[in-house]
């Protein structure tokens, strides 16, 4: 007879994984088996020591799951949710799967939202995607404004669902070369992740690749095409003294640092990721 007890499940589900690819099998055929069973993963670890069985359907669930994995569709479409910071994002097709990468860069936008001297200091974040970054700050600095804004109308609807309940936080469909006229001069942070990746650098890994929305991808002959547009704009919309957030790729934070200094930026500084990879530049309107 089979073994059906839930850690063999799990064993042989991080073995199909791991013949995909997938980079943290044991992780995924875990998570995924905590998806089916409705438990968080810490649970599943221990039906696993107690030698839990699964149900028939249960198995079959997973098995179906485990093979779309294979296939290198992203965790986080099949789950449907993204943890990002304290939240659970609502994510699948066309839109851009937030990373743990800017969990660390947000706080830099947070820590000048708290140090902001203005009772309800603004917050701006520029091709929000998810909503990720706009519902952290909103969240986290309760008594701040924030103001979001994501072109792809594939990506909006996510936003709009992520960030329907936060009270402070505004979202809007449009460029983020022109969002926000009207709060020109008036916020204390401006942070963007924004698309980086030059136009030829397509990326190996096949959840980026064929999963993430090349307009949250693509910047341009040298990735920087919306860096500069930022540059540029959150200048108009920092008020003086206010702080501007932008994440990038590993080898882009000379260039950046740069594009910042020759638009008129102070203190233009890049910043590392838990990685040790330049991963964020921050700079000061004067
Ligand atoms: C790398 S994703 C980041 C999404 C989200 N901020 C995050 O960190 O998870 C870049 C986002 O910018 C959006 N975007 C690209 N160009 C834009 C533009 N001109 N105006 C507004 N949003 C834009 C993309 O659709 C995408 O959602």
Redesign the pocket.
Known sequence: MPDTSLAALVRAAAARLAAAGVPDPLVDAELLAGHVLGIRRGEVQAATVRGDAVSDADAAALDALVTRREGREPLQHITGTAPFRHLELAVGPG?????PE?ETVVQFAIDALLAAPEPDPIGI??????G??ALAMATEVPHSRIFA????PD?FPWAERNTGGAANLTLVN????E?FRDLDGTASVVI?????VPDAAVPRDPEVRLFD?A???YGGEDGLD?VR?LSIRALELLRPGGLLVI?HGELQGEEIRSILTRDGWRAAATHRDLTLRDRATTALRP
Do not use: K, Q
């Open positions: 839109v851009f799967v937030p990373r800017t974040d520029l091709g929000t995607g998810s990720a970054i804004t994501e072109l792809s990506a449009e460029d983020l070369g969002a963007s992740n924004p698309p980086y929305p307009m949250a991808l919306i547009v994440e």
